[in-house]
């Protein structure tokens, strides 16, 4: 379908019913006529340009996207050739029971480093024969780290908390410290069983995730898909920034397919705190 404009005369923006000679004629402004379809002949004398005809649908759209796809549409797509979901920083075995939710049947190895939330994990993913959890955080290196303890465990980070993270979540305070074992990726991979599957592997470990990403070393190319939660906003002592992230992830060929928005944000001031951020290896990819 074409569209043909005449540009000379005309009214305001009114639509005429079509005429035999036309399909559909549109007078815009003082000076604009356009014919869908097919012009009337003999075409009158004037200046004509081509336009598209679906400018007039487009006028009418809403300003926001209501048909978004949502974020468990988003991972059943992605899950589908998945064979391992490596779910680091899995606390209570959330995201893991999600992964269920979402359609995910194949193996998910989850790690959690606290003890006491180990524990409420291990409970949780007792039933589930494919589901595996392990009492070790993932790092650069093999070895042990101090982990700070927060009063809901989803604060507790190898980094100290900034003053802003204390001021969006007031409740969650310090509780302490713990010793707790580190293992890095390289080091796991054939352990897990993961040489010749898919891996998505998802980091929610509160700062920690470029760490865990220079752990991987040589085998973080054969990660099909990354999930990594990404701070908008300094929530941590010392932790990379969102650029660092972004960068580290581009020189090592992964392509972004998707930014989630990960929590509500500051009420105050509007500012989105933190997102999820989905990656494709360009080296595995199908």
């Known amino acids: 379908m074409v569209a043909l404009v005449l540009l000379g005369f005309g009214g305001a923006f009114t639509r005429v019913a079509p005429a035999p000679e036309w399909d559909e004629k549109f007078t815009v402004g003082n000076s604009i006529h356009v014919w869908l379809n097919r012009p009337p002949s003999p075409i009158p004398k004037g200046r004509y340009v081509m336009v598209n005809p679906v400018l007039g649908a487009v006028r009418d759209l809403p300003p926001h996207t209501s048909n978004m796809m949502t974020a468990q549409e988003r991972r059943r797509v992605l899950l589908q ?18 992964m269920r939710e979402c359609g995910f049947r194949g193996t998910i190895v989850s790690f959690e480093p606290a003890l006491e939330t180990f524990a409420v994990l291990s409970e949780v993913a007792r039933d589930d024969d494919d589901w595996y959890c392990r009492q070790e955080a993932l790092g650069s290196e093999d070895g042990h780290a101090t982990l700070n303890l927060t009063r809901t465990s989803l604060g507790s980070s190898i980094f100290r908390r900034t003053g802003l993270h204390a001021h969006i979540w007031p409740k969650d ?3 302490g410290t713990e010793t707790v ?23 929610d470990v509160e700062g920690a995730e470029l760490s865990v990403l220079e752990g991987a070393g040589p085998v973080l190319g054969r990660v099909a898909l990354l999930e990594l939660e990404l701070p908008l906003v300094a929530l941590h ?50």
């Open 81 to 98: 050739d998945i064979d391992i979901v490596i779910d680091g920083g899995a606390n209570c075995g959330q995201y893991a029971k999600w």
């Open 173 to 175: 305070v310090d509780t």
């Open 181 to 203: 074992p580190v293992r890095s990726l390289r080091s796991l991979w054939e352990e897990l069983g993961c040489d010749g599957k898919r891996v998505f592997l998802k980091l």
């Open 237 to 286: 002592h010392d932790a990379p920034t969102l650029t660092e992230m972004l960068n580290f992830l581009a020189e090592r060929g992964f392509s972004t397919v998707a930014l989630e928005q990960n929590h509500s944000g500051d009420e105050v001031t509007g500012q989105m705190l933190m997102i999820d951020g989905i990656f494709r290896s360009s080296a595995n990819s199908s």
